[in-house]
């Protein structure tokens, strides 16, 4: 959070704006449009910082001020209906030290002498959906939302479908009219049960709607057009207030609840009267502990002064009452059980081990699986299937688990597969890396999409036609599975026909671009096998050295074979540099080596290349090079380029009879610099080296035809 000390007013008028502007948006989110993008501590964060701008800077206080706002403008199609008494929000206290600050000032603000006993009530904060429900002689005529406090929505029909709210209070003494207030919530258990139903309900399990948490599950659900929809789903009430009203039961907040309770609406069976700093901190502390097993998710407990009379004399400020405050509980961390150790394969080939929990509620949203991020963590934490954990959401986003509370338990520790758990294939983890990598990309299902799309795209064998959607489509179907089963794809041809988006005239084209890649440059298909570090310049130094695929096979079983008969005494960087020498490509070193190494150790991977190389026969790679202005010079890209890539400007270069160099040196002769070329440009007018525009540099590759 910034300091306001350290700010000049103009800094904190702008700072004051943007807060402004994103506790609004922030605002629409969550009320409105119930799909939140931050928590609830985070929104917290940025209130308390617009607060103490506004503490530092009172006359820089904006109309649209946070502080000045309750909630968001309905924009659903329900019907919009004013609240007779404004819906006020809260402000909130993070620690003991902001309660007792909140008791000196109701006590200063009504002169109450310290030995004045100051009673107020303390409930858990429901993390809900704000209701109000008007009765007149005991019988529900409306239920709005909350809104912006002012003007809500219309959602009477769906709330009569809620068991928990009477359609006619009983009891005695009912006022003409009366409106309760309360949270509108779901279960954490119901919530559960709602998202298995709607997985199970759906004709394609994958797309089926799944709410994100119990809150935005409850929010969706009241605020249907349909109140069928409504009606099917497992909504709650719990009522911790009131807004207009003819009379009142009784002359304290206590008592009022009481009275609500005894009408019909339920009423938390948490709520406590106390008369004590300590008394208060004591429940908060009961309320907290009990959190992770109630039925619903709370983020709080709000004190309210407990007399009538004098909240009425200690009235508002902007948006909430002078009497009442939140007192919110710190980032959650909850514990739960690590069932399994799931182990997923990412489109490169990336091993990420997924832990798959016990469901529990960590910062309003249900967990029930963690990221353990790589083998390395799992080792740090110790954690096995099986163990107690703690878990938390770094920045109440992510979840994390941060604790092992079993660790000492005597149990077989978990091994980190060295295969694929997809494929098969072996997977290696590089010197120096904490990833594993799965090593069969070429017969990979985990990686087959994305290895395909790199291999007919346009730095690759750059094949017309064969866009995301259509690969897709393609492995949908079971056509392709290999880089070689695109030259196989005439025989579906006839069956493509009639296909939505497919004609005649595009089929024919798509078949005739892949038939034109038959004879592909032998360095844009190695590149594009995705093995890796192997990208466009590398593919193209290593056939300019060896001229041929086979030749590149070769080179790799060499490796192999050298890193099998390594001395184990030898430090890894000697076995390194042994493997760069037996490259002999300059810029070629020996993170190369092993990916060849690894990507040809792999048998799978061997006979896709085989069976691709029985379909395409590419050339012997010769650089043909044309004399030219810039033949014989180093030549450094930087900058933006707008009308090329960068791989196709080095490929230029190179035909020019120049190379084309990644970084600027005195050896430097030519600098072709695109927008945004920083430091390398610096560096060319300090060594006054000559820098020309993408533009000139496409005169001087036209003029050499």
């Not at 008791?103 to 704000?130: M, N, Q, W």
Request: aromatic share 6%.
């Amino acid at each position: 959070m910034i300091d306001p000390m350290t700010l000049t007013e103009a800094e904190a008028a702008n700072r004051l704006m943007r807060l402004a502007k994103e506790v609004a948006k922030h605002n629409r989110l969550y009320h409105d449009q119930d799909a939140p993008e931050i928590s609830d501590a985070d929104y917290d964060a940025l209130i308390r910082e617009n607060n103490g701008l506004e503490a530092a800077f009172p006359h820089l206080i904006r109309a649209d001020s946070p502080n000045a706002q309750v909630g968001a403008a309905a924009t659903s199609a329900l019907k919009k209906v004013p609240h007779a008494v404004r819906m006020m929000s809260l402000d909130n206290g993070f620690s003991d030290e902001d309660i007792g600050e909140f008791l000196a000032r109701v006590r200063r603000f009504l002169s109450l002498p310290d030995a004045e006993p100051l009673a107020l009530t303390a409930e858990p904060k429901i993390d809900g959906l704000s209701c109000s429900l008007r009765y007149e002689q005991g019988e529900l005529k409306l239920a709005a939302t909350r809104g912006d406090g002012t003007t809500g929505e219309d959602v009477t029909a769906n709330v009569r479908t809620i068991a928990d709210i009477p359609q006619h209070l009983t009891g005695a003494d009912i006022p003409d009219l009366f409106e309760i207030r309360g949270e509108v919530y779901m279960a954490k258990e119901d919530f559960a049960g709602l998202n298995a139903r709607l997985l199970a309900e759906a004709d394609e399990p994958e797309k089926a709607r799944q709410f994100a948490n119990p809150r935005n599950a409850a929010a969706g659900s009241l605020r249907q057009k349909d109140a069928s929809v409504t009606a099917s789903r497992p909504l709650r009430f719990l009522a911790h207030g009131w807004g207009a009203h003819s009379a009142l039961p009784a002359d304290t907040q206590m008592g009022v609840m009481q009275a609500i309770a005894v009408w019909g609406l339920p009423v938390s069976g948490m709520l406590a009267r106390v008369d004590s700093l300590d008394a208060l901190i004591a429940h908060y502390r009961g309320i907290e502990a009990a959190r992770a097993e109630l039925p619903f998710d709370i983020d709080g407990v709000v004190y309210k002064v407990d007399r009538l009379d004098w909240q009425q004399r200690l009235g508002f400020v902007a948006k909430a009452p002078r009497w009442a405050i939140a007192h919110k509980f710190p980032a959650e961390r909850a514990q739960t059980t690590l069932e399994a150790i799931d182990i997923q394969v990412g489109r490169t080939g990336k091993l990420t081990p997924v832990g798959r929990l016990t469901p529990v509620t960590v910062g309003g949203v249900v967990v029930s699986n963690v990221t353990l991020h790589n083998a390395d963590e799992i080792e740090r934490l110790g954690v096995r299937p099986g163990d107690r954990i703690v878990v938390q959401r770094a920045g109440d986003v992510i979840p994390q688990v941060v604790d092992n509370l079993t660790r000492a338990e005597k149990r077989d520790p978990f091994y980190f597969p060295t295969h694929c758990p997809v494929c098969s294939s072996e997977a290696v983890r590089e010197e120096e890396e904490v990833d594993y990598r799965c090593t069969g990309g070429l017969i990979c299902p985990a990686q087959r999409f994305e290895r395909l799309r790199h291999f007919v795209s346009r730095a690759a064998l750059d094949i017309e036609g064969l866009g995301e959607k259509t690969i897709q489509e393609f492995l949908d179907l079971g056509w392709i599975a290999e880089p070689a089963d695109i030259f196989r794809l005439k025989k579906h041809g006839s069956d493509l026909l009639g296909r939505e988006g497919w004609k005649e005239k595009s089929v024919d084209n798509m078949l005739a671009a892949i038939e034109a890649k038959r004879s592909p440059d032998a360095a844009r298909l190695l590149f594009g096998l995705g093995i890796r570090h192997v990208g466009a310049v590398t593919a193209r130094d290593l056939l300019k050295r060896y001229t041929t695929l086979p030749a590149i096979r070769a080179l790799g079983q060499e490796i192999i074979a050298l890193r099998d008969a390594a001395d184990p005494a030898e430090t890894q960087a000697k076995r390194d540099k042994a493997i760069a020498e037996h490259i002999g490509v300059e810029n070629v070193g020996a993170a190369v080596g092993h990916a060849l190494a690894d990507f040809f150790h792999e048998p799978h991977n061997v006979e896709a290349w085989d069976d691709l190389l029985s379909e395409v026969s590419p050339p012997d790679y010769v650089v043909e090079t044309t004399a030219s202005a810039v033949t014989g010079k180093i030549i450094v890209f930087t900058g933006k380029l707008e009308t090329m890539s960068r791989d196709e400007a080095k490929a230029q270069a190179e035909r020019l009879g120049a190379k084309a160099a990644g970084s600027v040196s005195a050896k430097t002769d030519l600098v072709v610099a695109g927008p945004g070329a920083g430091t390398k440009l610096k560096q060319a007018a300090a060594l006054g080296i000559e820098v020309i525009t993408e533009e000139a540099w496409a005169e001087i590759v036209k003029a050499a035809g």
